[in-house]
């Protein structure tokens, strides 16, 4: 069972979700949305994964002109993020949605305080940068090994407090929020301790399918509500 939010985070998922359904009544039903998904080796497996799914790469939402563009790097850290959207910009045009999936091969490593601070800052460029790309922000997932701590419990804790703090900034910067409450830290869910299995990249994929849909076209600010 997930973790329940404070009243704060709360007042702020309801206050993001009005201004997104408002957006989202605004468009138009052909409008297309461009959606890139930036991380790590996590999104760089799922997308192998969703290749052999029904409805591809793009998740069974060209239907509803949503198109997806998979960006993941193994490795890739939160300090990599900006410069790696940087690169993406000189590609082409700038997506309407931007979900980061990044995070987890940072914790240990670097304190929570820096990493939000990093947070922040990726928010803050976005913003610059991307005026008119929405952010969302997919929560980091539980592992059961983690790279530089064998202290599980000390870990699950920094992953709930970057979470809540780049959840939080999704929301003040009017973007949203894709939690994974279904995928728990054991061996059913991980092939190595660290990353997915086919079963957890099936729930994975389909969070991700439902939150993208129920964001983008019915301005939820965050899924699973």
Partial sequence: MP??????????????????????????????????????????????EAFLRPGGLHLNLKRLNISLWWQGNSGLKLSQVEQKLKTLAKVGPAPNVILIHCGGNDLGETSIRKLRLVCMKIFQFIQTNFPHSMVIWSCILPRIQWRYSQNSRAMESQRERLNSC???????????????????PDSLFFCDGVHLSKLANAVFLNTLQGGLEAILTKGHACYPA
């Fill in 3 to 48: 973790p329940r939010r404070s009243k704060r985070m709360r007042i702020e998922t309801t206050r993001a979700s009005e201004s997104r359904t408002a957006r989202t009544r605004e468009q138009r039903p052909n409008d297309k949305q461009k959606v890139w998904l930036v991380g790590s080796s996590i999104l760089k497996h799922a997308q192998l």
């Fill in 166 to 184: 780049a959840s939080r900034l999704a929301l003040r910067y009017d973007g949203a929020i894709i939690r994974h409450p279904d995928i728990k």
